[in-house]
């Protein structure tokens, strides 16, 4: 049987995917957003996730099953996932205002792939979900949107997202894939299509709900860790330790986990925690450490807001004359996504204290920040300020040095350096880090 494949979602997730798979198969991609669809057919990714070149070396102009040939095929016209057999969903999973999972464009996608679905077809999902979200709330969607019955006209598996945004060494096709299937056929069909393009292969789950939870474990798993290092922050800032200097001088343990701290947003580490916690709510239990770390994580912005008000008080600033500077907005270094970024947090709770407050940053679009968050992102610094906060660890900004600090901060002026970055050119300014 040939593979045709449709990809749902062309993200940061599906884009990749659908690239790679289209040097081997013929690929429709599928995306809501008819701009994105757009940007994709003319060999551009905004997201800069993807190299264009490699984007445009697999985009075919027409449809690509009826000739078989490999290839991918970007549209936002769900008639043409018919044709197709073999279905990726990879769209976002995010939580609402209470931090519950937010389902809708998933169960979305089920729906529409759901109606071009026909007899014998597979529905892999890669978007991050809780234990059991496949099979009992996808599959549903699945069987009234094509009128077929699971397992016996169509097969679903789980094969989750290993992208790591922003990270050239890490990337798709040398990652290995965790893969499962509803039964032991279903299972092997999906690892053949997965290893075709992977160089380091693929890992069999004997289940989908052990995949599911494999994914949702990664995230937890690091959060859990930030968590403990944000919290080990607070209390060495207490006692007048730098918590870098701590982690340098464990770290020569060889069984040390190196973690850091930081602010943990985005659309993974901050959010898929959430998906568990529910999950187990729904079981009778309350999962007391996620939830510990979360409420660790999350309140990090306005920790981080609140010490630099106070090191600018002790300076006797006066704080509506003060000027800061926030360098950095997107939720992790060297990425435009500012989806969940936590840098927000920081700027919301500066705006409390009135003071002059300005924010840079070279990788996001300030229009997407506006629109988002309803804050103005400027092109460059202007002049001098009280306090700089060095909120994402950009590849420019690691590369900045004293001189260039100098051309931003007042004589002994604050320098908030959340990652520890710029420590070395921190000479003649007062610095706090994490």
Request: aromatic share 8%; proline share 6%.
């Amino acid at each position: 049987m040939n593979t045709y494949i449709a990809v749902i979602g062309l993200g940061y997730v599906g884009l990749p995917l659908a690239r790679l798979l289209a040097t081997r198969y013929p690929v429709v991609g599928f995306d809501l957003k008819q701009e994105r669809v757009q940007q994709l057919n003319q060999g551009v990714d905004i997201t800069q996730e993807l190299d264009n070149q490699l984007l445009r070396a697999v985009l075919v102009p027409e449809h690509p099953v009826p000739s078989g040939k490999p290839g991918l095929y970007c549209t936002s016209d769900p008639e043409a996932l018919k044709g197709c057999n073999f279905f990726i969903v990879a769209v976002p999973t995010p939580v609402d205002e209470h931090n519950h999972p937010n389902l809708k464009p998933l169960l979305g996608a089920s729906q529409t792939v759901g109606k071009a679905l026909s007899p014998g077809d597979v529905v892999v999902y890669e978007s991050t979900v809780y234990p059991g979200c496949t099979e009992e709330d996808c599959v549903p969607v699945l069987e009234e949107a094509s009128g077929l019955k699971f397992p016996q006209d169509f097969q679903v598996g789980y094969s989750p997202e290993r992208i790591n945004p922003g990270d050239r060494v890490h990337t798709l096709v040398n990652t290995v894939k965790i893969v499962s299937g509803c039964d032991q056929p279903t299972l092997e069909r999906v690892a053949a299509v997965y290893e075709s393009v992977l160089e380091n292969g693929v890992h069999r789950a004997p289940a989908i709900k052990v995949a599911e939870a494999a994914k949702i474990v990664e995230n937890t798993q690091r959060d859990i860790n930030i968590a403990l290092m944000n919290e080990l922050s607070i209390i060495f800032g207490r006692m007048g330790i730098n918590t870098f200097d701590v982690i340098r001088a464990a770290g020569t343990k060889w069984n040390f986990l190196s973690f850091h701290p930081g602010l943990v947003g985005g659309h993974c580490i901050g959010v898929d925690p959430y998906y568990l916690t529910y999950k187990a709510s729904q079981l009778g239990y309350h999962a007391q450490m996620i939830d510990a770390g979360r409420f660790v994580n999350d309140s990090m912005g306005g920790y981080i807001a609140k010490q630099t008000v106070k090191k600018l008080l002790a300076a006797g600033k006066n704080l509506h004359d003060s000027r800061v500077l926030v360098m950095g907005f997107t939720f992790k270094e060297n990425v435009s996504d500012i989806r969940n970024s936590k840098v927000a947090q920081i700027v919301q709770e500066l705006q409390t204290y009135h003071v002059g407050l300005e924010i840079v940053d070279p990788c996001c679009d300030p229009q997407e920040v506006m629109t988002e968050y309803g804050l103005q992102v400027s092109n460059a610094p202007t002049g001098l300020y009280d306090a700089v906060v060095v909120a994402v660890a950009h590849q420019p900004y690691r590369a900045l040095t004293r001189s260039d600090l100098q051309q931003l901060l007042v004589p002994g002026g604050l320098l908030v350096d959340i990652k520890g970055i710029l420590r070395e050119q921190s000479e003649g300014f007062t610095y706090w880090s994490l």
